[in-house]
T-cell receptor, first 114, second 115 residues
Framework: GNSVTQMEGPVTLSEEAFLTINCTYT??????LFWYVQYPGEGLQLLLK?????DKGSNKGFEATYRKETTSFHLEKGSVQVSDSAVYFC?????????????FGTGTRLTVIP | GAVVSQHPSRVICKSGTSVKIECRSL??????MFWYRQFPKKSLMLMAT?????????EQGVEKDKFLINHASLTLSTLTVTSAHPEDSSFYIC???????????FGQGTRLTVV
């Protein structure tokens, strides 16, 4: 079946530190992979996506590369800011199997301190 | 990008009453919308898939008579929590896919508190 496993956290970093949040997946078909971010009190916002192997999604300084060989989609940012404090969700969608919904990881709470 | 609006953002209701949550796609037509529930410090759990003009598809373990879903138009889906109880208190989020079908856009979420 389809599932996503991500680093649980919480993660606390100082401003300008390097961020990695690990995400691995299992899928029966050919998934598209996503990172969503949830700021306090808000719904989810798409952060970045990748639709096929070796694609790199990037946005707001965040990057993730779709690695089919390791079934991973780790999120990275070179220098985090206080405003990046949020919960980050890795997700997959596998339309070829007819599963049009998103499968989410458990989310990782990031807190960036000044 | 596409916008999905969810209303209300917060609601407090008495035990035994019903609450309706609306989810609208503002600038695109959504034949399919999804309703999720998020428990504290947990991930999102898909509750049901809402299909315009037909019955919703519920995930295993979700009571369809308790969580009524209506998708009467291409831009509006509603979730009604009937006879709410304190254990229904949660954060409910809807999403809709854009017309390309790849990206899901989420509403702002509704924090339901049943007292």
């Amino acid at each position: 079946g389809n599932s996503v496993t991500q680093m649980e956290g919480p993660v606390t970093l100082s401003e300008e530190a390097f961020l990695t949040i690990n995400c691995t997946y299992t899928a029966t078909g050919y998934p598209s992979l996503f990172w969503y971010v949830q700021y306090p009190g808000e719904g989810l916002q798409l952060l970045l996506k990748a639709t096929k192997a070796d694609d790199k999604g990037s946005n707001k300084g965040f990057e993730a590369t779709y690695r089919k060989e390791t079934t991973s989609f780790h999120l990275e940012k070179g220098s985090v800011q206080v405003s990046d404090s949020a919960v980050y969700f890795c997700a997959l969608s596998d339309r070829r199997t007819g599963a049009n919904n998103l499968f989410f990881g458990t989310g990782t709470r990031l807190t960036v301190i000044p | 990008g596409a916008v999905v609006s969810q209303h209300p953002s917060r609601v407090i209701c008495k035990s035994g009453t019903s609450v309706k949550i609306e989810c609208r796609s503002l600038d695109f037509q959504a034949t399919t919308m999804f309703w999720y529930r998020q428990f504290p410090k947990k991930s999102l759990m898909l509750m049901a898939t809402s299909n315009e003009g037909s019955k919703a598809t519920y995930e295993q373990g979700v009571e369809k008579d308790k969580f009524l879903i209506n998708h009467a138009s291409l831009t509006l889906s509603t979730l009604t929590v009937t006879s709410a109880h304190p254990e229904d208190s949660s954060f409910y989020i809807c999403s809709a896919r854009d017309e390309g079908g790849l990206v899901a856009f989420f509403g702002q979420g509704t924090r339901l508190t049943v007292v």
